[in-house]
């Protein structure tokens, strides 16, 4: 169930939600994108498919407003609406995809843009880290976008032979392509961008994501991604410092 606190008008907006996959990049690009946008939260999203997640807020320490397990952003001026996953999801995800699509077309919401993230080693071999970014568009993004993408020089990402069969694989990116591939059957107009990483401090892949899905839409005032600030919550990325009494 998505329930909104306010009513507003999100007609030509763009949706940006997470995929939780490896190293939880998309989770906190999307975390980036509500703490410097500074972005007020306008709903929820009530879905069995994930555990659920309730706790103090991520991005404003003085405040008693609560965090849930999927929550909903927006900025009016940016026109777009950030879907924040806190959890994994432990369930089917079909009614969680159908309902997040009826209410991109019921919002007429203009696209939707999965972040993303898949296992480093598929392509350990590519240097530098900018070449690690890849984009997955679907035809209706392609048509009005491509030219951008290639004056952007971004790669996309290419479908893999399997059984004589051409198919989108991203390892590692959770529902990303599941998701990608039922809003396309739908005719949502959609994308994925993704960072191949490893597990470990991810903040810098993240950013780099951010920096990526900014090119195309420009909501941030950021060339490198080094001036953003970072949400109160990431002090608890790694937990507690260890214990003096072990030294």
């Known amino acids: ?8 008008d999100l007609e030509n907006f763009t949706l940006i939600l997470p995929s939780v996959a490896v190293g939880n990049v998309g989770q906190l690009s999307v975390d980036l994108l509500v703490s410097n946008l500074n972005l007020p939260k306008i709903g929820q999203i009530f879905s069995a498919s994930f555990m659920p997640v309730v706790g103090a807020n991520a991005y404003h320490e003085h405040t008693n407003e609560l965090v849930t397990t999927i929550d909903i952003y927006a900025g009016i001026k940016e ?18 995809f159908k309902e997040l699509a009826q209410f991109v077309t019921e919002r007429k919401i203009a696209k939707v843009i999965i972040l993303a993230s898949s296992y480093d080693y598929i ?22 976008s491509g030219k951008l993408f290639d004056d952007l020089n971004w790669i996309p990402h290419n479908k893999v032979d399997v059984t004589g069969e051409e198919r989108l694989q991203i390892p590692g990116g959770g529902f990303a392509k599941s998701l990608f591939n039922f809003l396309s ?3 949502i107009p959609c994308a994925i961008l993704f960072k191949f990483c490893s597990e470990g401090d991810n903040i810098e892949d993240a950013i780099a994501l951010v920096c990526y899905l900014n090119q195309w839409i420009h909501v941030l005032e950021t060339r490198d991604g080094s001036d953003l600030k970072h949400p109160p919550s990431w002090k608890h ?4 410092p260890p214990a003096k009494e072990l030294y």
């Open 1 to 8: 169930m998505i329930k909104l606190m306010q009513d507003i």
């Open 79 to 96: 026109r777009i609406v950030v879907v924040q996953i806190r959890s994994p999801y432990v369930g089917e995800l079909g009614e969680f």
């Open 123 to 144: 392509k350990r071999e590519v240097q530098p880290q900018h070449l690690k970014l890849r984009y997955v568009a679907s035809g209706a993004i392609q048509s009005k």
């Open 185 to 187: 059957d739908t005719n």
């Open 237 to 240: 990325l790694f937990g507690r």
